[in-house]
């Protein structure tokens, strides 16, 4: 157990006062406070977190998208390993969700007694949260281009990132990415990669790297994923994906089987998830938790019934109609194409409901549409995409996208509000409904699949 300051009388009103608050805003609002509290007490005390204890080895976990699933899967391996963790799961990935975190497992004196903290962090919050709870390792999942109006471009995210990493950090980090498998020029570094498959694809239309970093020649990419993942070199000098520690083959997408080479052994593993994406983030935990010392054996022991979030992918079954809500980042594009992907892959006749614009408009809107035009919204221009639906204040704008990705404008329907959509959804020779909803679309999406549920007894 450590601080990297002392204690002093702000630190302790805040730790009190925010407990306090903890208490009432869980006793009069379930599920809640997960934020409020660690607010409260950086406000009373600004260098909170770099005062409150926390176990000896803190795991990081950041990037444009995964870092939740990654962090997740991450913090249930050590606890099916009888390993006490501590992480911010149910709060905000920046500093005040961390410090709620902290505070929920602390006593009176401010200290807790778990072993190891696991940390989603959120990408322009590093600097502040890297300077008071050093990471002993972080692993970055990705790097992207994202909600332009906060975040600009990838390239702006990373140097946002390198400024901040500790010297001391152990790196986790993502071989097939060109973009964050730069950071830390002094750190020492352990790489993750995924050989190539057979669904590997060149048609996104996003492509974040084209030049080589060092001499700005042309990239030639041997393969590629998705977007810009996959292994690539430099057409003039010797520039090119880095060698890989820990890589993911034999991927069987079948029978939900791969193998990862450490030190060209190959050790078989379950997959919790048909998705290449998924697929990276499981050999990122697995990357992360040899580095941390567990065997392949504890790690599969974790893993093994282990499956993403309800609140990002959830299915249920009606008969023979199955109805599958999933989470896509609003405003992030590499996101909403993976989700696309996926579900032209799946077979069967499919309706998709897209609740992809801002559901809490008035609190979180953004005139920026530009991330339409980066999603490969042509994924759904399928014969056995049977009705695309458009909902929300820009139902108008996602319905121009579809009909200029190709998409039939007959089988496209609009609903600017969210009130009443299985109303116009055709179940007729369907076979998937899928319910694709942004980071606050939570509650609608799932309601309406109530919905569309107790329709169908």
């Known amino acids: 157990m450590k601080r990297n300051k002392k204690v002093n009388v702000k630190f302790f009103v805040g730790l009190y006062i925010a407990k306090i608050a903890s208490f ?38 950041t990037g444009t998208n995964g870092k939740t699933s990654t962090s997740n899967l991450i913090n249930d391996v050590l606890n099916k390993n009888n390993i006490n963790t501590i992480n911010n799961s149910k709060g905000s990935n920046m500093p005040a969700g961390i410090a709620s975190s902290l505070i929920e497992k602390s006593n009176y004196k401010g200290l807790v007694s778990a072993t190891v903290a696991v940390f989603e962090v959120d990408e322009r919050a590093s600097g502040y949260i890297y300077n008071h709870i050093p990471p002993t390792y972080l692993i970055c999942t990705n790097l992207f281009r994202d909600s332009i109006k906060r975040n600009g471009h990838a390239e702006f995210i990373l140097t946002k990132i390198k400024s901040a990493v500790p010297i001391k950090t152990t790196l986790i980090l993502n071989a097939d990415d060109l973009i964050s498998s730069s950071i830390g020029e002094k750190n020492k570094k352990v790489y993750f990669s995924l050989d190539k498959i057979s669904t590997s694809v060149t048609s996104s239309l996003v492509c974040d790297i084209m030049v080589c970093p060092e001499c700005k020649s042309k990239l030639n990419y041997d393969y590629i994923h998705y977007n810009h993942i996959g292994k690539s070199s430099c057409s003039k000098c010797d520039f090119k994906s880095k060698d890989s520690d820990f890589s993911g083959c034999d991927v069987d997408f079948k029978n939900k089987k791969f193998k990862i080479i450490e030190k060209k052994q190959k050790i078989e593993y379950n997959m919790i998830s048909d998705s290449v994406f998924n697929l990276y983030n499981m050999i990122g935990v697995i990357a992360v938790l040899r580095t941390y010392g567990l065997t392949h054996k504890q790690i599969k022991k974790g893993l093994d019934n282990s499956s993403i979030k309800s609140s990002r992918y959830d299915i249920s079954k009606i008969g023979d109609l199955e109805i599958i809500t999933m989470l896509s980042k609003n405003q992030n594009p590499i996101s909403s194409s993976r989700a696309l992907d996926y579900i032209s892959n799946v077979p069967g006749n499919k309706v998709v409901v897209l609740l992809l614009t801002d559901t809490k408009d008035k609190v979180h809107g953004s005139e920026d549409i530009s991330w339409l035009y980066d999603t490969d919204f042509e994924y759904l221009n399928r014969s056995d995409i049977k009705q695309v639906i458009a909902c929300g ?42 319910v694709l909803y942004e980071l606050y679309g939570f509650n609608i999406a799932f309601d309406l699949k109530k919905k569309i549920s107790g329709g169908l007894k």
């Open 24 to 61: 009432f805003i869980k006793f009069f609002f379930r599920n809640r406070g997960t934020h409020a509290p660690g607010s409260i007490a950086i406000r009373i005390c600004p260098d909170f977190l770099s005062r409150i204890g926390r176990p000896s080895t803190i795991i990081a976990v």
């Open 393 to 434: 204040n820009r139902c108008y704008d996602l319905s121009l996208r579809l009909k200029l990705a190709g998409i039939n404008p007959d089988i496209i329907k609009t609903k600017i509000t969210y009130d009443n959509i299985e109303n116009i959804i055709e179940k007729g020779n369907i076979d998937k409904i899928f």
